[in-house]
């Protein structure tokens, strides 16, 4: 069932329809020029933090009514964070292992280490250049030399040119 046509001028069609109990979105578009090739926007949104694929089919036929081209692709939507956010470690207090969840809203340069309680670095998670997304990190509890540390009280700061945050997480032994 087609739920909209739109004819953006005599020579172009568009055609759509959403079938959201099959989870599909159907856009066909047809070109009675030769030389009148356009791109097709789809507006995807999504509900969760999270990477979702989807998957395009397509097909191009010649003048003729002949196929030129056709294949299928899977493209993977990622939800750009509209902010800096650093969240809170989880388990909180853990053993031994522990993730901790940052976002960036565009690329940038990050350094994400822990401290111990007396400021000390204990070793860096992250020190590089990251495009914008959300990231997961997991701390096994060990220092920059794969040494356990010991339990106790640590922190966690990510810094970027434009934010800083700090957080405390627990260690239980």
């Known amino acids: 069932m087609i739920e909209n046509a739109n004819v953006t001028n005599l020579s172009e069609i568009i055609l759509s329809s959403n079938q959201q109990d099959a989870g599909q979105a159907i856009y066909e578009a047809g070109s009675l020029s030769r ?52 969240n809170q470690n989880y388990p909180n207090p853990f053993n031994p292992l522990t993730k901790i969840q940052y976002q960036l809203p565009y690329q940038t340069d990050v350094n994400l280490s822990i401290y111990d309680i007396l400021g000390n670095e204990v070793i860096v998670l992250v020190h590089q250049n990251q495009s914008s997304g959300t990231y997961n990190i997991i701390w096994d509890a060990v220092d920059r030399h794969g040494r356990e540390v010991s339990g106790g009280v640590y922190f966690y700061r990510i810094k970027t040119r ?10 239980l032994k």
């Open 35 to 86: 030389f009148d090739l356009k791109s097709i926007r789809v507006k995807a949104e999504q509900s969760e933090n999270n990477q979702s694929p989807i998957f395009v089919s397509y097909i191009f036929y010649g003048s003729g009514n002949e196929i030129v081209s056709e294949g299928e692709q899977e493209i993977t939507l990622v939800q750009i964070p509209e902010s800096f956010a650093l």
């Open 162 to 171: 434009e934010f800083t945050k700090t957080k405390k997480l627990i260690l």
